[in-house]
Structure formats: C-alpha cells, structure tokens
C-alpha cells in the first residue's frame, strides 16, 4: 500500500483546520458576556441546533415526525441530553410497536 502525499498533506490539513475550529470555539466562548442578549441567544442555542438536527429526519416517516415533535417540545423544558434520550426512546419504540 502506498501512500499519496497529496492525500496524507490534504488528511492532516483538514485534521488542523477541524482541531483550529474547535479551539477558537473554546476561546470565543470564554470571552462572550454572559447577560443581556448574548445569553438570551446562548440559551436558545440548543433547542436551534437540535431543530436543524432533527428537521431533515421528520419526512422519513410517521414514527420519526411523532418523535420530532416530542423532542421540539420538551426541548424547550429539559437538558438537551434529556431530550435527546426520549426522542430516541420515542422513536424506538414507535418503531417496535410498527410504525
């Protein structure tokens, strides 16, 4: 097996441009205030990406789109790994019971 050096260069650039990404995530994230709107935004960021998540996953059948509304509400009262663990169990179970 041989290794083409232009793939090895373009692996560990994107590997560095990933580890960067998340890095400067951290740090922005140290700085930001943490009052007045900047946290109205932070708090709404994870019932936002969670949406965006499971929002393609809403057309692929009924189980999926009852799953999809019950994790959008309890999204809104429950940690976000709350959520996501009953909207796995939800769609697990409709789709053991057949739907």
């Known amino acids: 097996m041989t290794i083409d050096p232009h ?11 990933t580890y960067a990404t998340r890095v400067a995530g951290l740090f922005l994230a140290g700085r930001l205030p943490r009052t007045g709107r900047v946290r109205i935004a932070l708090d709404a960021l994870p019932p936002a990406v969670l949406t965006a998540v499971i929002a393609p996953a809403l057309v692929e059948g009924p189980a999926e789109a009852v799953a999809g509304a019950v994790t959008a509400l309890l999204a809104f009262r429950l940690p976000l790994i709350a959520t996501v663990a009953i909207g796995v169990a939800v769609v ?8």
Do not use: K, S, T, Y
Not at 92 to 99: F, P, Q, S, T, V
């Open 7 to 17: 793939n090895l260069l373009a692996i560990l650039a994107m590997g560095l441009a």
């Open 92 to 99: 697990a179970g409709l789709r053991a019971i057949g739907w």
